[in-house]
T-cell receptor, first 109, second 116 residues
């Protein structure tokens, strides 16, 4: 079977750092993506890791460890506008994306 | 604006109705997707079209019927739906999903469907 696990909710304060973890069990693996979805909006692409290590894009970074079937999204200098749902997604060998159930991030003042 | 549009944004239909959802992408992509998003559940992939050919049908009931007349347009025809089909239906597009490029998918805003 294929499954991805991530926490359902995370709460943090403005200016803080938060890490959203994702573990996966899939029959094929080609890379790990992260998407952000604001309430009522479309999911938007944040990052993609095909190889082990850390990818940094501004305030957001994403990490992958293929040997541990684990990745995380790191959000720094949190802002209120970062309140949203964050989904990890595994790209399988056929190119499909298999999504986790999403982590709802609430940023408090 | 992601370059992917969907109409209608909201749809209420009875179980005996027939309706269609429309998706259009203006990004020059060659793959298009239908997803179902229910509350507190992962996005569920329904159909994938690559170069206008259906390459994936994830055991979706036949009351959902996709159509891809060209690489820019994707439809989802609905008939005799059930109340449990109420959900947000998202369309997405990307470059060749089997290629080596970053597999970024661009999503439309979705159609919020309610089946009475």
């Amino acid at each position: 079977g294929q499954s991805l696990e991530q926490p359902s909710e995370v709460t943090a304060v403005e200016g803080a750092i938060v890490q959203i973890n994702c573990t996966y069990q899939t029959s094929g693996f080609y890379g790990l993506s992260w998407y952000q979805q604001h309430d009522g909006g479309a999911p938007t692409f944040l990052s993609y890791n095909a190889l082990d290590g850390l990818e940094e894009t501004g305030r957001f970074s994403s990490f992958l460890s293929r040997s541990d079937s684990y990745g995380y999204l790191l959000l720094q200098e949190l802002q209120m506008k970062d309140s949203a749902s964050y989904f990890c997604a595994v790209r399988d060998l056929g190119g499909k994306l298999i999504f986790g159930q999403g982590t709802e991030l609430s940023v408090k003042p | 604006e992601t370059g992917v549009t969907q109409t209608p944004r909201h749809l209420v239909m009875g179980m005996t109705n027939k309706k269609s959802l429309k998706c259009e992408q203006h990004l020059g992509h060659n793959a298009m997707y239908w997803y179902k998003q229910s509350a507190k559940k992962p996005l569920e992939l329904m159909f994938v079209y690559s170069l206008e050919e259906r390459v994936e049908n994830n055991s979706v009931p036949s009351r959902f019927s996709p159509e891809c007349p060209n690489s820019s347009h994707l439809f989802l025809h609905l008939h005799t739906l059930q109340p449990e089909d109420s959900a947000l239906y998202l369309c997405a597009s990307s470059q060749d999903p089997t290629g080596t490029a970053t597999p970024e998918q661009f999503f439309g805003p979705g159609t919020r469907l309610t089946v009475l």
